[in-house]
């Protein structure tokens, strides 16, 4: 689904809910997918930092994670003082949705932030196309 203002992208994944949730929280192993932000490390609490697979610069990362909504946002930018809360991801365990115990939808979001040019945001959202498929390869094999 996808706007002027906002993307998502879902896929079922065939682990429990908790465990897409714990993946997705993780700064560290964020890095593992998202091509904005490969490299990560950790800079500060709930701050991460990475490398941009398409042109080089420094990505900053901010993880808020709420356990009980099973709800991570990222708030993105180019230094810790310019990020902007842009990024979410929902896991809603499969039963809820009438699939499989034991299986989950994984959804990212993002918003468009004011400046972002047509050509940025149609990268943002092909990758975040891409990254939907990244996660459940990473979920399903226990990467």
């Not at 180019?78 to 929902?90: E, I, S, W």
Request: with cysteine; net charge negative.
């Amino acid at each position: 689904m996808s706007s002027g203002l906002f993307h998502g992208a879902s896929i079922e994944v065939a682990v429990p809910a908790a465990e897409a949730y714990t993946y997705l929280s993780d700064g560290l192993k964020q890095g593992d997918w998202t091509l904005g932000s490969w490299h990560r490390e950790q800079v500060g609490d709930r701050l991460f930092r990475g490398v941009s697979l398409f042109d080089g610069s420094e990505t900053y990362v901010r993880i808020t994670a709420d356990p009980d909504a099973l709800l991570v946002d990222y708030e993105v930018g180019p230094a810790p003082d310019r990020m902007l809360r842009m990024n979410a991801a929902r896991v809603v365990p499969g039963p809820l949705l009438g699939r499989a115990e034991g299986s989950c939808v994984v959804t990212l979001m993002k918003w468009r932030t004011g400046g972002q040019t047509d050509e940025e945001w149609r990268r943002a959202c092909v990758t975040f196309d891409t990254e939907i498929h990244m996660i459940k390869g990473r979920l399903e094999l226990r990467f």
